[in-house]
């Protein structure tokens, strides 16, 4: 008997690792910088303990991952990005951005497969809260402590830290709606450090994700209207304390983000020209991963003296310009089979406020990206996953039951 329980518990130590390995990759995702500042491998760790895991697992098994069409986007998406590298092996940038893609898409199509069988995605959705909950925090900290005028914490941009934060505030609607009030009552905690933390960004584009994400939840009849008033209420008493408490600092915040946020909108349609610029002249396999950077001066006529390598401050146009028309295509297909893939978990059954909550989250990216370089964070990519992993759930007849979700 002795020997069959500890059979038993054998064979659950790989689902419980693979739930391990896959809920750190995503919580650590938020707070990469502060890992960074500790070791410059450390980030890197719990992606790659996830990945050999996620291997030996299937291997000893013998399974195959469990296929959806957003496996194919991801290895036809890979193949343009090696082959663009490959055409543009000489720039500068072309293998450092190269190994930003590859992991991503790799990460990608795991979480796919795990979420639909070992790990169920209300975690992965709580992981992301919880990451995003302590960037948040260390947004204040970086406000309140050390002085800066907005607050970027664990990340350099104070719009990309924005964004991290607001793809998460929709995740946590399931959270405060589950049968755990323990859980409801840390989940209201991690929304307003998550509020208050993108509130201390001064990030526009941040702002018009975030409103976009509520449209979508109110619509979907996910978020009601009282309990929306009834936030904005509390938020507006909050900012008002703060403001108070911090008049000085404020006025000096708001200053200089007006003054930045005028140089913004010049710099942005100088690189958002740009970018169409070279996607018109490399319309096949652009110029490389990367290559914005290095073509930009010559793009743009050195029009930023001060600026010589910058991102696009599009994720559209930079994707486009940096791999061509195939690889924007390829590219705009993964966000799409996202959505459809969500609605279809949606109507055979999955949890209405996690599906919804996931869309929500994915418009908010999407919306952002207009405005800022997102393809190298993993919120974009977790929604991706986590909606097709639901379609699989709900598809097949071994999936787990949607209250496992």
Not at 18 to 40: D, K, M, N, Q, S
Not at 363 to 369: E, F, I
């Given at each position: 008997?002795?020997?069959?329980?500890?059979?038993?518990?054998?064979?659950?130590?790989?689902?419980?690792?693979?739930?391990v390995f896959a809920c750190a990759t995503v919580a650590l995702a938020p707070i990469e910088g502060y890992l960074l500042?500790?070791?410059?491998?450390?980030?890197?760790?719990?992606?790659?303990?996830?990945?050999?895991?996620?291997?030996?697992?299937?291997?000893?098994?013998?399974?195959?991952?469990?296929?959806?069409?957003?496996?194919?986007?991801?290895?036809?998406?890979?193949?343009?990005?090696?082959?663009?590298?490959?055409?543009?092996?000489?720039?500068?940038?072309?293998?450092?951005?190269?190994?930003?893609?590859?992991?991503?898409?790799?990460?990608?199509?795991?979480?796919?497969?795990?979420?639909?069988?070992?790990?169920?995605?209300?975690?992965?959705?709580?992981?992301?809260?919880?990451?995003?909950?302590?960037?948040?925090?260390?947004?204040?900290?970086?406000?309140?402590?050390?002085?800066?005028?907005?607050?970027?914490?664990?990340?350099?941009?104070?719009?990309?830290?924005?964004?991290?934060?607001?793809?998460?505030?929709?995740?946590?609607?399931?959270?405060?709606?589950?049968?755990?009030?323990?859980?409801?009552?840390?989940?209201?905690?991690?929304?307003?450090?998550?509020?208050?933390?993108?509130?201390?960004?001064?990030?526009?584009?941040?702002?018009?994700?975030?409103?976009?994400?509520?449209?979508?939840?109110?619509?979907?009849?996910?978020?009601?209207?009282?309990?929306?008033?009834?936030?904005?209420?509390?938020?507006?008493?909050?900012?008002?304390?703060?403001?108070?408490?911090?008049?000085?600092?404020?006025?000096?915040?708001?200053?200089?983000?007006?003054?930045?946020?005028?140089?913004?909108?010049?710099?942005?349609?100088?690189?958002?020209?740009?970018?169409?610029?070279?996607?018109?002249?490399?319309?096949?396999?652009?110029?490389?991963?990367?290559?914005?950077?290095?073509?930009?001066?010559?793009?743009?006529?050195?029009?930023?003296?001060?600026?010589?390598?910058?991102?696009?401050?599009?994720?559209?146009?930079?994707?486009?310009?940096?791999?061509?028309?195939?690889?924007?295509?390829?590219?705009?297909?993964?966000?799409?089979?996202?959505?459809?893939?969500?609605?279809?978990?949606?109507?055979?059954?999955?949890?209405?406020?996690?599906?919804?909550?996931?869309?929500?989250?994915?418009?908010?990216?999407?919306?952002?990206?207009?405005?800022?370089?997102?393809?190298?964070?993993?919120?974009?990519?977790?929604?991706?996953?986590?909606?097709?992993?639901a379609e699989l759930r709900t598809g097949s007849g071994s999936a787990r039951p949607a209250r496992d979700q």
């Amino acid at each position: 008997m002795t020997a069959l329980v500890a059979a038993r518990r054998d064979l659950r130590l790989p689902e419980r690792s693979l739930r391990v390995f896959a809920c750190a990759t995503v919580a650590l995702a938020p707070i990469e910088g502060y890992l960074l500042a500790v070791h410059g491998q450390l980030a890197k760790l719990a992606p790659a303990l996830l990945a050999v895991t996620w291997f030996a697992v299937r291997v000893r098994d013998r399974e195959w991952p469990r296929p959806h069409p957003v496996h194919a986007l991801l290895a036809l998406f890979a193949v343009v990005v090696l082959v663009s590298a490959g055409v543009h092996v000489a720039e500068p940038y072309a293998l450092e951005y190269t190994l930003r893609w590859l992991p991503f898409l790799l990460v990608t199509a795991i979480l796919v497969d795990v979420a639909s069988r070992e790990v169920p995605i209300r975690m992965l959705l709580a992981s992301a809260v919880a990451g995003a909950a302590v960037a948040g925090g260390g947004a204040l900290y970086s406000l309140i402590a050390e002085g800066e005028s907005r607050a970027s914490g664990p990340l350099d941009d104070p719009n990309d830290l924005a964004h991290v934060l607001v793809a998460a505030l929709p995740l946590v609607v399931p959270l405060v709606a589950g049968r755990r009030k323990s859980v409801s009552a840390l989940a209201l905690v991690a929304c307003a450090v998550l509020v208050a933390g993108a509130a201390a960004t001064f990030s526009r584009g941040g702002g018009l994700a975030l409103g976009a994400a509520v449209l979508w939840l109110v619509a979907r009849r996910v978020l009601s209207l009282r309990v929306l008033a009834a936030a904005v209420g509390v938020l507006a008493l909050l900012a008002l304390g703060g403001a108070v408490v911090a008049q000085d600092e404020l006025a000096k915040a708001l200053q200089e983000k007006s003054f930045i946020a005028s140089t913004n909108v010049d710099t942005r349609e100088l690189r958002w020209q740009a970018a169409a610029r070279i996607l018109t002249d490399n319309p096949l396999l652009g110029v490389g991963p990367g290559g914005f950077r290095a073509e930009y001066p010559g793009a743009s006529h050195n029009a930023e003296i001060d600026e010589q390598s910058p991102v696009a401050h599009n994720m559209y146009l930079e994707v486009a310009a940096e791999l061509g028309l195939p690889g924007f295509l390829f590219f705009v297909a993964l966000i799409g089979a996202a959505v459809v893939a969500s609605e279809r978990a949606l109507r055979a059954g999955a949890d209405r406020s996690h599906m919804v909550a996931v869309q929500a989250a994915l418009l908010a990216t999407a919306v952002a990206s207009t405005f800022l370089s997102e393809q190298y964070y993993l919120p974009l990519w977790l929604m991706i996953a986590v909606a097709c992993a639901a379609e699989l759930r709900t598809g097949s007849g071994s999936a787990r039951p949607a209250r496992d979700q």
